[in-house]
């Protein structure tokens, strides 16, 4: 019986020996030192679009054990030079954080086949690039059941930065949320021309909040002069890109906000593992990648109750935010009832927006 014993010890040893190896096996490729370079449009601690980019790289780097070479504040006529350093330093795998690089990028790709790129709100993909984005329109959708329960003056501003469908998407979501529980609410957009122009930011809340009841604010740029402006004003604001709650406590309510760790570790040990693919990925909410951030104590009673509920149907997969019917601006029926717009018109086509904008000159 003894030896028994013993014999079914030794193959439950072995067994999850097995099992350990096997999983040694599937990451130990990360185990090297494989070198990632992040090429971005803005500041690494920009706390906002750059910064959710780098912090999520530190995190997978940790993970993963990965060395990880930043360059940020990268013009798109130094796109190329900043690409070229990066791989003379050994990076394998590069990650782009900006649409304006897109002209760009696929001939640095193109000359270098080994190295794999993902291009972030990129549009063009190849055999080593490939492109990536969050339906961050879903957590938008959820900000605007927030502003639109917590306004008490139906006048809500939204401080964007160029009107193109990425840009759209989240003016409309924002809306439709905001409506879908206050019908009578509507949503003042004015635009910077600019992501990261903190000067352009404040000239055009400035001149969206003049002459206005605006008493809940939100934004599309990665500048974050408008949140600094709606503290000092004591209008209530929602952020973007990363949660920004212990800069303005007076004000802040959510934010709409990145966790890109949550696609760059799976996507990143794929190209660890020889798995790469040159596909678009669009990451939905129930992925994690895209998310609320918690509500502050600032929210009014009863809200929380309210966006707990939509976010539930947005993981179930069972509910998404441009389900008809849905009617633009000017009256005209876009999406009929029971049906849904496609991914191609929300990546690449929405050039209209939905009842209840209101585009202003300033």
């Not at 790129?117 to 879903?138: D, E, M, P, S, V």
């Not at 002069?225 to 000092?232: F, H, R």
């Not at 509920?309 to 997969?317: A, F």
């Amino acid at each position: 019986m003894k030896r028994v014993l013993i014999i079914a010890a030794l193959i439950i040893a072995a067994i999850i020996a097995g099992i350990i190896n096997i999983s040694a096996a599937d990451t130990e490729v990360a185990n090297d030192m494989t070198s990632v370079g992040l090429i971005l449009n803005g500041s690494k601690d920009d706390r906002s679009w750059s910064q959710s980019h780098f912090t999520a790289m530190e995190r997978t780097a940790a993970e993963l054990g990965l060395n990880t070479v930043c360059r940020d504040n990268v013009a798109v006529s130094d796109f190329a030079a900043a690409a070229e350093e990066l791989i003379e330093q050994g990076c394998e795998i590069i990650i782009v954080n900006s649409l304006s690089y897109a002209d760009v990028i696929l001939p640095v790709a193109e000359k270098h086949p080994d190295i794999y790129f993902f291009h972030a709100a990129g549009t063009t993909q190849g055999r080593n690039l490939a492109t990536y984005f969050g339906r961050i329109y879903q957590a938008r959708f959820l900000c605007g059941i927030v502003a639109g329960l917590q306004t008490k003056t139906n006048e809500i501003g939204y401080v964007a930065a160029f009107p193109y469908s990425e840009v759209n998407r989240g003016i409309n979501a924002f809306t439709l949320g905001v409506r879908t529980v206050n019908p009578d609410a509507k949503v003042y957009v004015t635009w910077t021309e600019s992501w990261v122009d903190d000067a352009a930011a404040t000239q055009a809340t400035e001149e969206l909040l003049k002459g206005r009841n605006i008493d809940v604010l939100t934004l599309h740029t990665d500048s974050n002069a408008p949140l600094d402006i709606a503290e000092k004003n004591g209008v209530m604001s929602i952020g973007y890109n990363t949660d920004n709650s212990e800069h303005y406590p007076d004000t802040y309510l959510t934010a709409a906000v990145w966790n890109w760790d949550d696609f760059y570790t799976p996507y990143i040990l794929k190209c660890l593992q020889g798995k790469f693919e040159g596909e678009h990925y669009w990451q939905s909410y129930d992925t994690g990648t895209v998310s609320l951030a918690p509500l502050t104590e600032n929210v009014d009673e009863g809200i929380a109750e309210v966006v707990e509920q939509y976010s539930q149907k947005l993981q179930s997969g069972a509910f998404d935010v441009f389900y008809g019917p849905i009617t633009d601006n000017n009256g005209m029926l876009r999406v009929a009832q029971d049906e849904n717009m496609t991914d191609s018109i929300l990546l690449n086509s929405f050039d209209w927006y939905v009842e209840g904008v209101v585009i202003t000159d300033g």
